[in-house]
């Protein structure tokens, strides 16, 4: 019973980090594009980008239309946090980095009890359990 709650509480809170953060690209662009040229990415283009990414992901996790699709959405939220966090401490900025380690250990969790909440079990899980 602890997985299942564990499982939903840190999914939901990692839907909201994720909505949360894709709301602030929308809402505050200029402020975003400023942060992101601090990091050293000057893509324009990579705003709305993110912004389609960061809702997609969680709602692949969410609604699980497909385990292979929310497997991949865990996996690409992974490397999301993990290079965001880099990305952080490369600038020298390691407070910058928090949202990242917090996301980090709530994706982790969600991933490693998702087959205790969920019906359809992921494969992935199953095999690195062994």
């Known amino acids: 019973?602890?997985?299942?709650?564990?499982?939903?509480?840190?999914?939901?809170?990692?839907?909201?980090?994720?909505?949360a953060s894709a709301a602030?690209?929308?809402?505050?662009r200029d402020w975003v594009r400023q942060a992101l040229t601090?990091?050293?990415f000057t893509a324009p283009f990579l705003i709305?980008?993110?912004?389609?990414?960061?809702?997609?992901?969680?709602?692949a996790i969410l609604s699980?239309?497909?385990v292979p699709l929310s497997d991949l959405a865990y996996a690409?939220?992974?490397f999301h946090l993990l290079l965001s966090g880099l990305a952080h401490i490369g600038v020298r900025k390691p407070a910058g980095a928090l949202p990242?380690?917090?996301?980090?250990?709530?994706?982790?969790?969600?991933?490693?009890?998702?087959?205790?909440?969920?019906?359809m079990p992921s494969p992935y899980i199953q095999a690195a359990m062994r």
């Not at 709305?48 to 969680?58: A, D, N, R, S, T």
């Open 1 to 19: 019973m602890l997985e299942f709650y564990g499982y939903w509480i840190s999914t939901a809170l990692l839907s909201v980090l994720y909505l």
């Open 76 to 78: 690409g939220i992974f």
């Open 64 to 66: 699980r239309v497909s």
């Open 38 to 40: 601090e990091l050293g």
């Open 24 to 28: 602030i690209y929308a809402t505050r």
């Open 48 to 59: 709305p980008f993110m912004i389609v990414i960061k809702v997609l992901g969680p709602v």
């Open 100 to 119: 990242a380690a917090i996301g980090l250990a709530l994706l982790l969790t969600s991933l490693m009890t998702q087959n205790d909440a969920r019906d």
